[in-house]
T-cell receptor, first 114, second 111 residues
Framework: NAGVMQNPRHLVRRRGQEARLRCSPM?????VYWYRQLPEEGLKFMVYLQKENIIDESGMPKERFSAEFPKEGPSILRIQQVVRGDSAAYFC????????????FGEGSRLTVL | EDKVVQSPLSLVVHEGDTVTLNCSYEVTNFRSLLWYKQEKKAPTFLFMLTSSGIEKKSGRLSSILDKKELFSILNITATQTGDSAIYLCAVDPGNNRKLIWGLGTSLAVNP
């Protein structure tokens, strides 16, 4: 039973480019969460999605960031026109039931903006 | 405002020592408290606590929750260098709301 799979593991972008991060939840999990972790800081919640629905996006910046979890395929976190401050580790987690509880995390995608 | 506070922020011990990590919380609603260990990569789940006074144990790690005083502790006995990590505490407030995370305790175990 594969765990939460994220790709790419490392992504380098220049300012103004787009970054797309993918997350495949654990088999049987239909709840996906995205977190951002900056150096020396804790995990910051970004968005909680179920299949085809955004449940809570209160942690997402209003501009340039979007997330989706289509009926088929992985969840995607998209950052448009990246800036240096977007450099961070982006973790995806999944759970089997509503409302968090035990989360299983992916290895993270480390975004570096030059 | 809901918050989770962990202490100490960092800790350095020698192999064989016993450590106690603290997590206190102030939340409007409470469903459970979770502990995670984060090494260089993804946080890995350690414990979920829902009831006061019931100790959860896994090897040298144990944890207990006090819902009256609003805190939890994570104990690690006979520490090893492999225990070096950031230990994260989070509260699940239920009602489909997001987890509230502490900033973590960075533990370094020296040989």
């Amino acid at each position: 039973n594969a765990g939460v799979m994220q790709n790419p593991r490392h992504l380098v972008r220049r300012r103004g480019q787009e970054a797309r991060l993918r997350c495949s939840p654990m088999k049987g999990h239909s709840h996906v969460y995205w977190y951002r972790q900056l150096p020396e800081e804790g995990l910051k919640f970004m968005v909680y999605l179920q299949k085809e629905n955004i449940i809570d996006e209160s942690g997402m910046p209003k501009e340039r960031f979007s997330a989706e979890f289509p009926k088929e395929g992985p969840s995607i976190l998209r950052i448009q026109q990246v800036v240096r401050g977007d450099s961070a580790a982006y973790f995806c987690a999944s759970s089997s039931r509503q409302g968090h509880g035990e989360l299983f995390f992916g290895e993270g995608s480390r975004l570096t903006v030059l | 405002e809901d918050k989770v506070v962990q202490s100490p922020l960092s800790l350095v011990v020698h192999e064989g020592d016993t450590v106690t990590l603290n997590c206190s919380y102030e939340v409007t609603n409470f469903r459970s408290l979770l502990w995670y260990k984060q090494e260089k990569k993804a946080p890995t789940f350690l414990f979920m606590l829902t009831s006061s006074g019931i100790e959860k144990k896994s090897g040298r790690l144990s944890s207990i929750l006090d819902k009256k005083e609003l805190f939890s502790i994570l104990n690690i006995t006979a520490t090893q260098t492999g225990d070096s990590a950031i230990y994260l505490c989070a509260v699940d407030p239920g009602n489909n709301r997001k987890l509230i995370w502490g900033l973590g305790t960075s533990l370094a175990v020296n040989p």
